[in-house]
């Protein structure tokens, strides 16, 4: 009986067993069944997504570009001088014939400062001035607008007023600018100018060009909505917001034609696995699902950033190899975008790891929010992220992208109760036909990261080839600065003159130079980025320093000025370093003057300026070096203890030559002796130069024309001789 029973129940589990498999069965056929349609409706919706934002690109890239169109013939002195002069052919040639021609503007008129008609074309044809009035209601209100915008007056590129309008009851694009002066030799009232008028018609040629330079479907641009269900249509708004047309497209939908195609074969596919999953045995089936799960965590693990849930290195190359092998001739390229957060240490030194990694957390999610539905995102450790990004519409997207990267990151973040700030330098390159080995790719992209930090940070550069052989030069001379600085005799420190009202010699700056066996001289400008970008630029300022000191020591009562770079003021020892040379070479504090740039204050406010306040305390004088090329220049005057500014040399060389330096000049000198602060003017090399400067009340002067910078020999020379008086 016992063994009836065992048997009663195996058929019995054995039945239950059946049957929760084609329950089971069922509800995952169900499930996938309404999975594919799902995906098939993303699918369908992703692709009508995309489709829309090139319609969008394309229409708003008409209204945006139709200005800086007209830029080439209204920012011109002939046009101006062809509106004074009523000249009709120059007219017809430049305007009427070049902007239907060249850009494609189907309407161009030109309107007196009395918004009355002087020239009127359409098609490249001249038409009667008159035939502008049947256009007036729709253009006038923008003429208005810009009259307005014109008066009000505008520093370099004139203004422009554009606006999708109804012309003969079809939409078109109309843009209004002024004919102004691109010498600024002839001066006219403000908002009292010739206005150039472009009207460009979405029309069929529209629609044509559209679908050719963006890839956009082909649709048709109409004034009322198709009610039809296939059809999808993007409203076309003016500035007012209200809906001057529809541009109506049949949208591609792949998904609903992958279900159509793959219909039968799933039936058939779904009636063989019924039949196979009803054989299947209960602990095999356990078994797998098992061993599935344990795989699938494990190459979790080993695949996914544990902090931001994100593709780590390993997951990233993997994907972004797949990608680079599925993408065809006729699939858009690929753009390898490589982002480094800039002052992340700052945020992990200021509030610890904990808020650092709560930062990179909120800095994956703003990078989430930003990328497109197709784009891989992952980070590769620490502080840098990676971005594979499909180039529908060329650079210029990619380029939009990376700035809605930077301005999304460059916003505050709120970590631990408090705010913190960091940017994002960006390294972009776009795989091209020769260029699609990932590795080789990742390179150029570390590469114009590189250059983008060197830039100043916070922004995006895009990798270029000339950037290969910069980056040898930078080995080389980072590899040859270090020998240089384990054998001093290539680095010496030369003095050039700085000489009073008088001519006579009252200090000198002290100038690193690198003569090298092979290279010769060595521009500062070629080693001296080097060794900030490598941290060898601390080694050398102290060099210079060193020989600074020494030197000034010699000759008590002579002011040397040394150039400090910001890594030197950010070192907390730095101060105390100063003092210590000053002690050992027994140069006295007052004739030491620390020059720097506004940069620098910029960068670290606190730690920067309670360093200038200890040098202040013992005597050494500060000085803004390159004063009038910074941030905020006049700011930093009232905030900062500052002895002297010394004004840049680009705008000593333009002193005398019937520009705007001689008055900006004498603003400087007016201001910082209004605030009790010596001026000293950089890059003099002409008799009129100094004369000029004399006059606007310069303290002391510096360049060429009183002497080019001296080996120490040579600089005791001069000083145990004052410079004669220059005439």
Not at 12 to 37: D, E, K
Not at 198 to 209: A, K, N, P, Q, T
Not at 535 to 564: C, D, H, K, Y
Request: with cysteine.
């Amino acid at each position: 009986m016992s063994n009836i029973h065992r048997a009663r129940f195996r058929r019995t589990l054995s039945m239950l067993v059946l049957a929760s498999f084609v329950v089971v069965f069922a509800v995952a056929a169900v499930l996938l069944g309404g999975f594919l349609l799902w995906s098939a409706a993303q699918i369908d919706d992703n692709a009508v997504s995309r489709q829309a934002q090139r319609v969008v690109h394309a229409v708003e890239a008409q209204r945006s570009t139709t200005p800086r169109e007209q830029e080439s013939v209204a920012i011109w002195d002939d046009a101006v001088t062809a509106a004074r002069n009523n000249d009709q052919s120059w007219l017809r040639d430049n305007i009427g014939r070049w902007m239907f021609s060249y850009f494609g503007h189907d309407e161009s008129y030109v309107l007196r400062p009395d918004d009355t008609p002087l020239y009127a074309s359409r098609d490249g044809r001249t038409r009667s001035p008159q035939s502008f009035a049947a256009r007036g209601s729709a253009v006038l209100p923008l003429v208005e607008d810009l009259r307005k915008l014109t008066a009000a007056g505008y520093l370099d590129v004139p203004p422009s007023v554009s606006d999708y309008v109804l012309i003969d009851g079809q939409p078109a694009v109309a843009s209004v600018m002024p004919l102004v002066s691109d010498s600024g030799n002839l001066e006219q009232p403000a908002g009292h100018e010739a206005i150039l008028v472009s009207i460009v018609h979405l029309d069929l040629d529209f629609e044509l060009r559209m679908i050719d330079r963006y890839m956009t479907e082909v649709g048709r641009f109409t004034t009322s909505a198709d009610s039809a269900g296939d059809v999808e249509s993007f409203p076309v708004t003016n500035r007012a917001g209200r809906i001057v047309a529809f541009y109506e497209w049949l949208p591609n939908r792949p998904g609903r034609e992958l279900l159509q195609r793959t219909a039968p074969a799933l039936v058939i596919a779904f009636i063989v696995v019924s039949a196979l999953v009803t054989l299947l045995v209960h602990r095999l089936q356990r078994a797998l699902r098992a061993l599935e799960t344990k795989r699938l965590d494990a190459e979790r693990q080993a695949t996914e950033d544990t902090l931001t849930s994100l593709p780590n290195r390993l997951s990233f190359d993997r994907q972004f190899d797949a990608r680079l092998d599925a993408s065809g001739l006729h699939d858009p390229p690929l753009a390898l975008l490589m982002l480094d957060l800039d002052r992340f240490k700052q945020v992990n030194d200021t509030l610890g790891h904990h808020a650092g990694d709560e930062l990179i957390r909120a800095v994956a999610d703003r990078l989430r929010a930003v990328i497109g539905p197709t784009d891989t995102l992952a980070r590769l450790g620490g502080d840098e992220f990676a971005i594979v990004h499909a180039c529908y519409a060329g650079t210029i997207e990619v380029a939009g992208l990376a700035q809605r990267i930077v301005d999304s990151i460059a916003r505050p973040f709120r970590i631990q109760g408090s705010e913190a700030f960091v940017g994002v330098s960006i390294g972009i390159v776009v795989a091209t036909a020769g260029r699609r080995d990932r590795n080789e790719l990742s390179r150029c992209a570390d590469i114009a990261l590189y250059e983008a930090k060197s830039a100043g940070r916070n922004r995006a550069v895009f990798y270029e080839e000339a950037m290969d052989e910069q980056v040898q030069d930078r080995h080389t001379i980072e590899a040859e600065l270090r020998e240089a600085l384990r054998s001093p005799d290539q680095l010496w420190v030369a003095f050039q003159p700085l000489c009073g009202s008088a001519g006579e010699i009252i200090g000198a700056e002290a100038l690193l130079r690198w003569t090298h066996p092979q290279l010769g001289a060595v521009s500062p400008a070629r080693f001296v980025p080097v060794a900030e970008s490598t941290g060898l630029i601390e080694q050398l300022g102290e060099f210079v320093l060193r020989r600074a000191t020494e030197f000034g020591a010699r000759w008590p009562g002579r002011s040397i000025a040394v150039n400090i770079s910001p890594a030197q003021l950010r070192n907390p020892t730095f101060a105390d370093r100063v003092f210590d040379l000053l002690a050992e070479t027994g140069m006295q504090p007052a004739d030491l003057e620390m020059e720097i740039t506004e940069g620098i204050l910029l960068d670290d406010e606190s730690t920067v300026a309670d360093t200038i306040r200890s040098f202040r305390r013992t005597g050494i004088r500060i000085a803004l070096d390159d004063f009038g090329t910074g941030y905020s220049s006049l700011g930093y005057l009232k905030r900062y203890p500052v002895d002297r500014i010394k004004i840049d040399r680009s705008f000593i060389a333009q002193l005398t030559t019937a520009n705007a330096s001689d008055a900006i000049v004498q603003a400087m000198v007016t201001l910082a002796h209004a605030l009790d602060i010596d001026v000293t003017a950089e890059g003099v090399e002409t008799e009129e130069q100094f004369r000029a400067l004399l006059g606007m009340g310069c303290n002391t002067f510096q360049g060429y024309l009183f002497s080019k910078p001296l080996t120490v020999d040579g600089i005791d020379t001069r000083f145990a001789a004052p410079l004669p008086r220059v005439a």
